[in-house]
């Protein structure tokens, strides 16, 4: 049994189908790219998985569990976190503040404000900082410090690297290989191609709201992902 299966998921914004029939499984310690262009349906997606958006139809099961119903607190005590596009911290409480209310619902695990800071060394010195006094690249890794603290088995990354220079993008996904160590189950969108792949051990390609190619990242080339990111292929690599 997969650790997290999506099934069918239409996610709607009025109506906009932004999200069309998007059926996939995730086993633990899957990390899964999420490619496409801009509007593709993505975010949406990632959103209806972390329980933020309510999906028109169809179902997430996640270890066993239906949590199609569930908010999105809930999920996040059952082990699915997201960091959001835009980092979204509270800007004028220190980052200690910011990693500690994270854990009040947390699951029990092996993550806490001491090993969150052994995979993000950078955030040492800044745990007394308001985190909107924070670089982007420091932001963004306190933002998936605070996820981490809920202890999550699968972690939903939206675009981490917007915005941030290349020597902080090479920082966080640095950090990331610590949790990719730890076996958690990783869904990310990048728009940076070449890092995505390199990456992640699966790539699926949205277009439309729908997944026309998905595979493993070695058995797929950046060609026919560049057609199905630009709906000029349709096929599926298995
Ligand atoms: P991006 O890379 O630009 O974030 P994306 O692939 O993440 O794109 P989504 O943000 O999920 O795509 O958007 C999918 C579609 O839904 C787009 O047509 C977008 O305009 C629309 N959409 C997204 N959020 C909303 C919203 N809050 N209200 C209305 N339409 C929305």
Redesign the pocket.
């Known amino acids: 049994m997969s650790l997290l299966s999506i099934q069918s998921i239409d996610a709607r914004?009025?109506l906009?189908r932004?999200?069309n029939a998007v059926s996939f499984d995730c086993d633990q310690g899957d990390i899964l790219a999420l490619v496409?262009?801009?509007?593709?349906?993505?975010?949406?997606?990632l959103?209806t998985i972390a329980g933020v958006h309510a999906p028109h139809s169809g179902h997430i099961v996640f270890d066993g569990v239906d949590v199609t119903g569930l908010r999105a607190a809930a999920r996040v005590h059952l082990g699915i976190a997201m960091v959001p596009?835009g980092r979204r911290l509270f800007g004028s409480m220190t980052v200690e503040d910011n990693l500690r209310v994270a854990a009040i619902r947390a699951r029990p695990g092996s993550w806490n404000l001491d090993t969150v800071l052994d995979a993000f060394p950078q955030l040492k010195p800044k745990l007394r900082s308001p985190a909107g006094q924070l670089s982007g690249g420091q932001q963004q890794a306190a933002s998936i410090a605070r996820a981490l603290m809920t202890n999550p088995r699968v972690l939903l990354l939206?675009?981490i690297s917007l915005g941030l220079s290349p020597i902080a993008v090479d920082q966080v996904y640095q950090s990331l290989q610590t949790l990719v160590a730890t076996g958690t189950t990783i869904i990310l969108?990048e728009?940076d191609l070449g890092r995505a792949l390199k990456f992640s051990r699966r790539v699926m390609c949205?277009l439309e709201?729908s997944i026309p190619l998905q595979g493993n990242t070695g058995e797929v080339t950046r060609e026919q992902i560049l057609d199905a990111y630009f709906g000029l292929g349709r096929e599926t690599v298995h």
């Open positions: 914004h009025g906009l932004a999200v496409g262009a801009n509007g593709a349906g993505k975010t949406t997606l959103r596009e939206d675009e969108v728009q949205m709201g």
